[in-house]
């Protein structure tokens, strides 16, 4: 029998814990909820079903906290929470649900009568539909209200007296309640990413007192704890490790050590900042970002296969229509977003969860398509936010790279449209890209330019590498562009950990997974020789460690566990050991190992729902499907 779960609207989940989420950030005492546009659930609805019995039976309805509400069987109305007889027969039950500050959700429990598939939900604007859940919430005593986190325990793996307090290091970087116990008042808290950054007691991030009756911090990333004024003997402190429990299914081992130790890091990193949703890292913002969700599907396909977090984090991000702004007002990040469900639909073949975005997809682009110019490319309005990377692009006029996502996107459009209606994508591709051709690409420089209308015929990389990724250019022009700009040290280099995962990309598409194993190795195994334990926003080899906190203008800005810095996993699965799925869900899917890079591996993957076992060994491939 199928086990009980809590129900609701599908979609309200999601986005009442985005809020929670994007609600959550603490900076030096002072809350910053996220910039944008906030999309709300619907606080009524309303839950049905018919059942058939062939004996009497009981039922009681539970709401989530603080929910009114009633329960109707038959005609009779019946409060939440009260045992309820069903006689012999055919019976509709009704749940009415109302919360103002939750999502609307209940739990049947009961024999027959339970809140498992089957039943169906309305919101009183449109048809009813499957009522939604999450394996995460099963237990009737823990309700959607507060995420249920599993805890682990850690101990300081070194205690110091400094500056007249008491220091505590841990062994890694965790999101995590610190848990004290003291004497007297309860003291003052100062937590950092960084020894630097803890010490600092004027400039750290995160500062607190425990509660006194549980003796816990709130929960903050954290790696170093101190405690001004106290000596070690007069208070002692752990860490309560707070996760979302989706098991790791990957392993890397191979003859380098170091790339062991890479691929050990990058996911210990990533799963750091895998939760309720995929975050960009654990300490500054905590919000969910489009950019930085559309790496971390890829990164995700190889290392845990849960597809649950992709589909919270996608509905997470697009919210409701209207669709009014961009994804965190970002033009880019809702293209990108398209672009994202097409990753994720490569990576499982649920075609399901595509139809039931395609709306919220169709409205998405119909909003970046009123935003034309003359020549049909897309430009952002007064208040959106035209950023693909933090790079010296010429943002006179539209940005070719810009154009080079929309193309991309209308592809994406096309290939998932009902029947009938993919020629429209097609032909708005076909008309963009010739325009594409016409405006921004330069002969002469042998590459894309970043504007057409300021006569600087300035290049980027980063154009570019859209046109390689994307096959804008053709196989001529990719090698062309190889030299242009790829290996051009004319062209500045890209500067960031997030644009460095489509150059590497370009790089392994074009075949030059040399080259990328020795930049991973450099910056990569660079930021390990610094002592990092999880990897960072942005790397600078040249800066000594006590230089690499700052960022953004501030001290202690810069994040050291960062989601778009474990892409090594994606490049070394995707294209060293050249694994793909060939059919979408990965059902059919291809193995095509270097084995002049790596002459002897053992390596796990998850893929098309089994997960695979294989080993390399002097150039002879075996492979088990468990």
């Keep these: ?285 905590k919000w969910i970002w489009g950019g930085d969700a559309y790496q971390s599907l890829f990164v995700n396909r190889y290392l845990t296969g849960d597809r649950e977090i992709e589909k919270r984090t996608l509905i997470a991000l697009r919210g409701n229509d209207p669709m009014t702004t961009h994804v965190n007002t970002i033009l880019d990040y809702s293209l990108l977003w398209i672009l994202s469900v097409d990753a994720y639909y490569e990576s499982y073949g649920d075609r399901d969860f595509v139809d039931f975005l395609w709306t919220k997809m169709e409205s998405l682009m119909e909003l970046c398509l009123s935003q034309r110019e003359e020549h049909g490319f897309v430009v952002g309005r007064k208040r959106d936010w035209v950023f693909i990377d933090w790079a010296d692009f010429d943002r006179d006029g539209p940005l070719c790279a810009e154009q080079m996502l929309l193309a991309e996107a209308l592809r994406v459009m096309a290939d998932f449209a009902p029947e009938g209606e993919e020629d429209r994508w097609l032909r708005e591709r076909n008309a963009l890209l010739e325009q594409i051709e016409a405006c921004y690409w330069d002969e002469e420089k042998g590459a894309y330019v970043d504007s057409f209308t300021s006569g600087r015929r300035n290049v980027t990389r980063h154009a570019n590498i859209f046109a390689i990724l994307f096959d804008v250019a053709d196989g001529e022009r990719k090698r062309r562009l190889t030299r242009t700009v790829l290996f051009n040290d004319a062209v500045p280099a890209i500067t960031t950990p997030y644009f460095r995962f489509f150059e590497l990309e370009a790089l392994c598409r074009l075949g030059y997974l040399e080259k990328v194993l020795e930049e991973i190795k450099a910056y990569w195994g660079g930021m390990l020789r610094q002592g990092a334990v999880t990897f960072w926003e942005q790397f600078d080899p040249a800066k000594a460690p006590e230089e690499q906190y700052e960022m953004y203008g501030d001290p202690y800005g810069k994040s050291l566990c960062h989601a778009w810095a474990a892409s090594p996993i994606y490049l070394l699965a995707r294209y060293f050991l050249g694994l793909r799925p060939v059919t979408p869900g990965g059902a059919e899917y291809e193995l095509r190992p270097r084995t002049d890079l790596l002459k002897s591996c053992k390596a796990s993957f998850p893929m098309g729902g089994k997960v695979l076992h294989f080993a390399v060994d002097n150039g002879i491939l075996t492979v088990e499907e468990l």
Aim: with cysteine.
């Design 1 to 285: 029998m199928e086990q009980a779960a809590w129900l609701w609207y599908p979609g309200d989940f999601e986005l009442y814990h985005a809020m929670k989420q994007n609600f959550s950030r603490v900076e030096r005492g002072c809350q910053w909820p996220a910039f944008w546009k906030s999309e709300g659930f619907r606080n009524r609805v309303a839950f049905r079903r018919v059942y058939h019995l062939d004996r009497e039976t009981s039922f009681t309805v539970f709401g989530v906290k603080g929910a009114a509400g009633y329960v109707q069987l038959g005609e009779e109305k019946h409060p939440l929470g009260t045992a309820i007889r069903c006689p012999q027969g055919t019976w509709r039950i009704s749940v009415h649900i109302a919360c103002i500050g939750c999502v609307p959700a209940i739990y049947v429990q009961g024999e027959i009568i339970r809140s498992d598939r089957g039943w169906m939900v309305e919101d009183f604007d449109r048809d009813p539909v499957p009522a939604a859940q999450n394996r995460y919430f099963t237990d009737p005593n823990r309700d959607p209200s507060e995420w249920a986190f599993t805890e682990r325990v850690y101990e300081p793996c070194a205690v110091e007296a400094v500056n007249g307090g008491t220091l505590y290091t841990f062994e890694t970087e965790l999101t995590a309640a610190l848990e004290l116990q003291w004497q007297g008042e309860p003291p003052l808290v100062t937590l950092g990413e960084s020894r630097a950054e803890a010490l600092d007691t004027e400039n750290c991030y995160f500062h607190c007192r425990p509660d006194p009756e549980t003796g816990r911090c709130p929960r903050q990333a954290l790696r170093f704890a101190f405690v001004p004024g106290r000596s070690p003997e007069t208070i002692k402190a752990r860490a309560i490790h707070q996760y979302v429990d989706i098991p790791v299914k990957a392993e890397f081992r191979c003859e380098d050590e170091e790339l062991n130790r890479i691929f050990s890091v990058a996911a210990h990193t990533f799963m750091l900042c895998s939760g309720a949703f995929f975050l960009d890292g654990v300490k500054r913002d």
